[in-house]
């Protein structure tokens, strides 16, 4: 019941920018905290980002904390992505997940937090 869709994922060269939508059904969207994982071949999975239900708190992975902006609408049920700057080392399948809020803190940058999780989305840079 519950589905996580990711898209917008795709070939960008190194400088550039793209953004993914992460559509969310069978849920209350709004209870939950988004978050976004990335994982290249044969690599652990890597904490991106993540929003409170509200959209007012955020947080960020090292590699990518000023460079990409996550954001929500609830009312479309939607979490995004938007990246800027895309260097090579962003090469990965990025992953929406989805967990029932508790209370913020740096649960929300582990995996295993996350209860609901999206199939993928390819995101390839070239240079």
């Known amino acids: 019941q519950v589905q996580l869709v990711e898209s917008g994922g795709g070939l960008v060269q190194a400088g550039g920018s793209l953004r993914l939508s992460c559509a969310a059904s069978?849920?209350?969207?709004?209870?939950?905290?988004m978050g976004w994982f990335r994982q290249a071949p044969g690599k652990e999975r890597e904490f991106v980002a993540a929003?409170?239900?509200?959209?007012?708190?955020?947080d960020y992975g090292e590699s990518v904390k000023g460079r990409f902006t996550i954001s929500r609408d609830n009312a479309k049920n939607t979490a995004y992505l938007q990246m800027s700057s895309l260097k090579s080392e962003d090469m990965a399948v990025y992953y929406c997940?989805?967990?029932?809020?508790?209370?913020?803190?740096?649960?929300?940058?582990?995996?295993?937090?996350?209860?609901?999780w999206g199939q993928g989305t390819q995101v390839t840079v070239s240079s």
């Open positions: 929003i409170s239900w509200s959209g007012t708190r955020t």
């Open positions: 997940a989805a967990y029932m809020y508790a209370a913020w803190g740096t649960e929300n940058r582990i995996p295993s937090s996350y209860k609901y």
């Open positions: 069978g849920l209350t969207f709004r209870t939950y905290v």
